[in-house]
T-cell receptor
């Protein structure tokens, strides 16, 4: 098991373009989280999946953002019509889903730069 | 709402102890966590403490929890240059659907100098 994998590591795009990121969680982890981290800040919660069900979306996730986890394994996060304010590190984390102790294991993140 | 606050910067000499402090707001948090982030990397779970504990020790790491004051600290003994990183405090907060999510502080940048 190689841990949580994210692809790509870096993405540079022009304003208005669409981008998609992929996250492969640790196998058999049924919980998957997306967080966003801007410079000098801690990770901010975006959304969460229990298996294939998206159970919560933060107010930070505007209509331009969509996340999926179609088969309960890997997940994708798409940003449409990117804006400069979307520039951030997008972090994916997974958890085995033990009820009381939510230990999250993070990937290395996708660094998005919108020009 | 939930909020986690940390001091932003700490500088220590190699070999000294480092103490990173954190305050949180959700008194119902059952677990509190410390994560470490090195440049260009994701977050690595260092340790965690259950809310009914006052202290937890794990090798060079000691976590102290004052639940009354909602204060958490991380002590790193014999700090090494490899400990230079950003340290995040996080509290477990309830989410929808019966799960828990983590709320992070802004992080404390630890700089270790010779």
């Amino acid at each position: 098991d190689t841990g949580v994998s994210q692809d790509p590591r870096h993405k540079i795009t022009k304003r208005g373009q669409n981008v998609t990121f992929r996250c492969d969680p640790i196998s058999e982890h049924n919980r998957l989280y997306w967080y966003r981290q801007t410079l000098g800040q801690g990770p901010e919660f975006l959304t969460y999946f229990q298996n294939e069900a998206q159970l919560e979306k933060s107010r930070l996730l505007s209509d331009r953002f969509s996340a999926e986890r179609p088969k309960g394994s890997f997940s994708t996060l798409e940003i449409q019509r990117t804006e400069q304010g979307d520039s951030a590190m997008y972090l994916c984390a997974s958890s085995p889903g033990l009820a009381t102790n939510e230990k999250l294991f993070f990937g290395s993140g996708t660094q998005l730069s919108v020009l | 709402g939930e909020d986690v606050e940390q001091s932003l910067f700490l500088s220590v000499r190699e070999g000294d102890s480092s103490v990173i402090n954190c305050t949180y707001t959700d008194s119902s948090s059952t677990y509190l966590y410390w994560y470490k982030q090195e440049p260009g990397a994701g977050l690595q779970l260092l340790t965690y403490i259950f809310s009914n504990m006052d202290m937890k020790q794990d090798q060079r790491l000691t976590v102290l929890l004052n639940k009354k004051d909602k204060h958490l600290s991380l002590r790193i003994a014999d700090t090494q240059t490899g400990d230079s990183a950003i340290y995040f405090c996080a509290e477990m907060a309830p989410g929808r659907g019966g799960y828990n999510k983590l709320i992070f502080g802004a992080g404390t940048r630890l700089a270790v100098h010779p």
